[in-house]
């Protein structure tokens, strides 16, 4: 059995354009699906793949880790920047799925098989539609508080909000009474026994990112994710070890050393690798390794297209240190038109249970995606008010 074509399929999905990278082998019907989104870079990753495809084919394809080898360290240039990460990534995830394929499997079987009966599911308030996210008025709490309570009818027992505003390097109080606010109102809207997380998108600089995590130190947050900026790994260590909060991030990062450097300078409790970013599913079981080392929770970024979804909850199913995955489940009305998952959600719980289909246990409508082909992203420029550029 051999690698016969590598192609790449995308789907517009208002703020992003989902890759999907099929990897074809010469054995009729057998395929795999991985992917490899990439907000604002769509083209760079189409073109990244194609690049790859040429050291894969005519390769055997359950060959992973000697594969991966091949795509991370050849054409001299190691894929340590984002855009080819991703484009590995995604095959790297096709590849996975192949092989549960191959041996009639579900992929969790593949690493040892389920060490949990259900994974559970968490929502970001507003569902991924921009203009539910972040916009400054009085009417924010309340707003919060009402997508909490939403989120909560819809069975969701934890969710995640972006309260953090923007913030330049130095502020004042102006920025962290808001988040208070905004995160008081939600938590008074829901109660203690809900799992609330706050996501300051590393808009902070080191010194504010800590006055936020302080001023919301007393609602009792699962998680407070990116403070700051994650290339500043000793001031995310400085906040972590200033609160009682659980400290999140790693979503940027990737690659297994980038997560040795976090975990060796006691950065976070939780540890973040976007499955379709890090390095793929060989990567992230390296990365998952790390957290069984240093005691560390795992909760990956998945804020992409179904075929992630699928990987990062099989990926949950196998790993001891997974606690909880991200989803989005109210996108674009076509999610559900372009995929079979092989998954059940239980909508009263939010919470789902390992499937017995093989590989991802995932299959792509064609048909479907070309109903909907790619889109530039929604440009997410962002200004201080002195006209200074700011970080979404």
């Known amino acids: 059995m051999r690698i016969a074509k590598i192609e790449t399929q995308v789907c ?28 604002w870079h769509t083209r760079s990753v189409l073109g990244a793949v194609e690049d790859i495809a040429p050291l894969l084919l005519g390769e055997d394809p359950t060959r992973i880790e000697h594969l991966w080898q091949m795509m991370y360290r050849q054409h001299f240039w190691h894929a340590n920047g984002i855009v080819r990460a991703t484009a590995m990534s995604g095959i790297d995830l096709a590849l996975w799925d192949i092989l549960g394929k191959v041996h009639g499997v579900p992929c969790h079987k593949l690493w040892g098989g389920p060490v949990r009966d259900h994974v559970r599911l968490y ?47 130095l502020e004042g109080l102006k920025p962290v009474h808001y988040a208070e606010d ?4 939600m938590r008074e809207a829901v109660g203690p026994g809900i799992d609330l997380m706050v996501d300051a998108h590393a808009r ?18 699962y998680f407070f994710e990116e403070p700051c900026w994650p290339e500043t790994m000793e001031d995310i260590a400085l906040i972590q070890r200033a609160v009682k909060t659980p400290i999140a991030t790693g979503e940027r990062l990737v690659g297994l050393a980038a997560f040795r450097d976090l975990c060796e300078r006691r950065a976070a409790s939780v540890l973040q690798p976007d499955i379709t970013h890090c390095g793929g599913l060989t990567e992230a079981r390296r990365i998952a390794a790390l957290a069984e080392a240093y005691r560390l ?15 990062s909850l099989e990926f949950g199913f196998a790993t001891p240190s997974y606690v909880i995955c991200e989803s989005v489940h109210a996108d674009v ?40 082909p790619f889109q530039p992203e929604i440009l997410q420029r962002t200004f201080y008010a002195d006209g200074s550029v700011g970080d979404w």
């Not at 999905?13 to 992917?35: C, H, S, Y």
């Open 12 to 39: 517009h999905a208002r703020m992003r354009n989902w890759i999907f990278v099929k990897v074809v082998t010469d054995q009729p019907g057998l395929w795999g699906w991985g992917e490899a989104t990439l907000e």
């Open 204 to 221: 902070p600089s080191p010194r504010m990112g800590m006055q936020f995590a302080k001023a919301l130190e007393p609602y009792g947050l």
């Open 333 to 372: 009305p076509w999610r559900g038109d372009i995929v079979r998952e092989g998954f059940h959600v239980d909508l009263k719980t939010r919470t789902v249970r390992p499937s017995s289909r093989p590989g991802l246990g995932i299959e792509i409508d064609e048909a479907e995606v070309k109903k909907h």
């Open 123 to 169: 929502c970001h308030l507003g569902g991924g539609k921009m203009e539910d996210f972040y916009q400054t008025s009085p009417a924010d709490a309340t707003r919060f508080a009402d997508l909490a309570r939403r989120a909560v009818e819809e069975g969701f027992s934890a969710f995640k909000t972006m309260a953090v505003p923007e913030t330049m390097p």
């Open 182 to 185: 905004c995160v008081r109102a």
């Open 297 to 311: 929770a795992l909760a990956p970024h998945n804020p992409q297209g179904p075929v992630s979804t699928a990987a």
